[in-house]
């Protein structure tokens, strides 16, 4: 099962529109990180956030992270058509020997011209 | 370009076959994941390697198994293949064991026919 949960599952703006992405998670974690895919492309990492931090900004995005909540947002200013993609939240928890990275099921988001 | 490497990109095969991916972390990186997406399941964790020993399992399969080499390539066995292992299968790697930033390769689509 997915630790974390997106929403929406599905978002379509316009180019140069504000997109919010939210995700919600189980159990305690160590980190939150938000990674892109485009259609039937490997993940590429965006940004981490350690689950001391509040908000952490990179470029034109931004993240945060309410660990009473245990939920975070993922904010992408001015979007562009090529923001279009699929955004995955996914949070770290360790054990005694590894970890693991659990994804959650992803917001499709469509930036149209 | 994550600096991942798997082969081979597209596979298709045969219910009752077995295949073999192939993984080559970036270079300087101990750590390797194997992930499976599929439409029904999103991305599942399926194991972790670090420098050579399994460090963390998640919903793998039994007829799955997966091994890490001396000179860090991995590899990911699929045998009694089912129509339902017909997926997206990532490979990721990391520097450390625990879960900073993942780099993930462009994956290995199997299907299973």
């Known amino acids: 099962s997915q630790q974390g949960e997106e929403d929406p599952q599905a978002l379509s703006i316009q180019e140069g529109e504000n997109a919010t992405m939210n995700c919600s998670y189980k159990t305690s974690i160590n980190n939150l990180q938000w990674y892109r895919q485009n259609s039937g492309r490997g993940l590429v990492h965006l940004i981490l956030?350690?689950?001391?931090?509040r908000e952490k900004h990179s470029g034109r995005l931004r993240v945060t992270l309410d660990t009473s909540k245990k939920s975070s947002s993922l904010l992408i200013t001015a979007s562009r058509a090529a923001d279009t993609a699929s955004y995955f939240c996914a949070t770290s928890s360790e054990g005694t020997s590894g970890s693991r990275l659990t994804f959650g099921e992803g917001t499709q988001l469509t930036v149209n011209p | 370009d994550s600096g991942v490497t798997q082969t081979p990109k597209h596979l298709i095969t045969a219910t009752g076959q077995r295949v073999t991916l192939r993984c080559s972390p970036r270079s300087g990186d101990l750590s390797v994941y194997w992930y499976q997406q599929s439409l029904d399941q999103g991305l599942q964790f399926l194991i972790q390697?670090?420098?050579?020993?399994?460090?963390a399992k998640g919903n793998i399969l039994e007829r799955f198994s997966a091994q890490q080499f001396p000179d860090l390539h991995s590899e990911l066995n699929l045998s009694s293949l089912e129509l339902g292992d017909s997926a997206l299968y990532f490979c990721?790697?990391?520097?450390?064991?625990?879960?900073?930033?993942?780099?993930f390769g462009e994956g290995s689509r199997l299907t299973v026919l």
């Open positions: 990721a790697s990391s520097v450390g064991v625990r879960t900073g930033e993942l780099f």
């Open positions: 390697y670090y420098n050579g020993e399994e460090r």
């Open positions: 956030i350690r689950s001391n931090e």
